[in-house]
């Protein structure tokens, strides 16, 4: 097999298309999701974003029990959820409800983000200036998953739910200390020194006794060609480049190759279409296999959305034909 060690998994921020009502991207990640069981992929992740035009996903627990309740054996969990946001005791409650309504099938990815711009963070009782609680946060979270906390969330569970830490650089050393598994995406992969940091994390967790476990996020598209792969990846770059330049993350629309662009958005797309990994099977395949080496992992996330559904479930389906193929 290409990747007989690496487990293979998606996250879905269920992304809103124009023309559509936010429900449907809802409904959307649900059928992928039962798709992704069919399959073989390891885990169905979904994400935390409030008050964002493109992403219609602001409750991953509320989401994550559709999700569950429409599958019958694949992982699904939060990619993750952002604790600035919450209390950990509700968090713990949340995901212990899950696990005790789907055993062994509930994970919790937490993460430091904040919200998308100063108004949402306002109506999030957040301050961006505030103090950096994450680390006194996740310990506390861990200790009500694990009955150590001085008080005992219930539902009561004879098992911890699986916590993982979506990291940047300063995180991998919090998951590290914490002895816990590591997601890592975004620009953080592509930083000429994220091998050592990633040794860094390694020696951590095992000086706290437990064993790494690293999983890399990245955008992936599979196509005929590079060309209609990064036909594919265009929405979201476009989307992306939206943001940069008005501040809204909009939702996605159809390829139209004549679409006036600033300079300064074309270089966000260019940047953002180069950062997915994308073309036919044999240059995905080539370029996976370097990340993976570069980095190690135990598991790639993919997290991959455009707007043409069918061209999407395409680009999943051949993924895990990738991963499956004797090699």
């Given at each position: 097999?290409?990747?007989p060690?690496?487990?293979?998994?998606?996250l879905?921020?269920?992304?809103?298309r124009?023309?559509e009502?936010?429900?449907?991207?809802?409904g959307?990640?649900?059928?992928?999701?039962?798709?992704?069981?069919?399959?073989g992929?390891?885990?169905f992740?979904?994400a935390?974003?409030?008050?964002?035009?493109g992403?219609?996903?602001?409750?991953?627990?509320v989401?994550?029990?559709a999700?569950?309740a429409?599958?019958?054996?694949?992982?699904?969990g939060s990619?993750g959820?952002?604790?600035?946001n919450?209390?950990?005791i509700?968090?713990a409650?949340q995901?212990?409800?899950?696990?005790?309504?789907?055993p062994?099938?509930?994970d919790?990815?937490?993460?430091?983000?904040?919200?998308?711009?100063?108004?949402v963070r306002?109506?999030l009782?957040?301050?961006a200036?505030?103090?950096?609680?994450?680390a006194?946060?996740?310990?506390?979270?861990?200790?009500?998953?694990?009955?150590?906390a001085?008080?005992?969330?219930?539902?009561?569970?004879?098992?911890p739910?699986?916590?993982?830490?979506?990291?940047?650089g300063?995180?991998?050393?919090?998951?590290?200390?914490?002895g816990?598994?590591?997601?890592?995406?975004?620009?953080?992969?592509?930083?000429?020194g994220i091998?050592?940091e990633?040794?860094?994390?390694?020696a951590?967790?095992?000086?706290a006794g437990a064993?790494?476990?690293?999983v890399?996020?990245?955008d992936v598209?599979?196509?005929?060609?590079?060309?209609?792969?990064?036909?594919?990846?265009?929405?979201e770059?476009?989307?992306l480049a939206?943001?940069?330049?008005?501040?809204?993350?909009p939702?996605?629309?159809?390829?139209?190759p004549?679409?006036?662009?600033?300079?300064r958005q074309?270089t966000?797309?260019?940047?953002?279409?180069g950062?997915?990994?994308?073309?036919?099977?044999?240059?995905?395949?080539d370029?996976?296999?370097?990340l993976?080496?570069?980095?190690?992992?135990?598991e790639?996330?993919a997290?991959?959305?455009?707007?043409d559904?069918?061209?999407?479930?395409?680009?999943?389906?051949r993924?895990v034909?990738m991963?499956?193929?004797?090699?």
């Open positions: 097999m290409m990747f060690q690496v487990r293979l998994s998606l879905d921020r269920s992304r809103t124009s023309g009502p936010d429900e449907a991207a809802l959307h990640t649900v059928a992928r999701a039962r798709r992704a069981e069919q399959l992929y390891h885990r992740w979904v935390e974003h409030h008050a964002v035009p992403i219609a996903s602001g409750s991953p627990p989401l994550i029990a999700v569950a429409r599958t019958d054996r694949i992982r699904v990619g959820v952002m604790l600035p919450h209390q950990p509700v968090v409650e995901f212990a409800m899950l696990e005790a309504l789907f062994g099938r509930i919790l990815g937490a993460g430091r983000s904040l919200g998308f711009t100063p108004p306002r109506a009782r957040r301050d200036a505030g103090p950096d609680t994450f006194a946060d996740l310990a506390e979270l861990r200790a009500y998953l694990d009955g150590t001085p008080v005992t969330v219930r539902p009561r569970l004879d098992r739910v699986p916590l993982f830490v979506l990291a940047t300063r995180g991998l050393a919090v998951a590290g200390d914490a816990l598994p590591v997601v890592l995406g975004g620009p953080a992969l592509d930083r000429d091998g050592e990633l040794a860094d994390y390694r951590r967790v095992r000086a064993q790494p476990y690293v890399v996020s990245r598209l599979v196509a005929d060609s590079v060309a209609a792969a990064r036909e594919l990846a265009l929405p770059a476009w989307a939206a943001a940069r330049t008005t501040g809204q993350f939702a996605l629309e159809p390829v139209d004549g679409r006036p662009l600033s300079a074309r966000v797309v260019e940047d953002a279409v950062r997915t990994v994308h073309g036919d099977e044999a240059a995905v395949a370029e996976l296999r370097d993976l080496a570069r980095t190690g992992a135990d790639l996330l997290s991959t959305s455009t707007f559904r069918a061209a999407l479930g395409e680009s999943d389906a993924l034909r991963f499956r193929r004797d090699g």
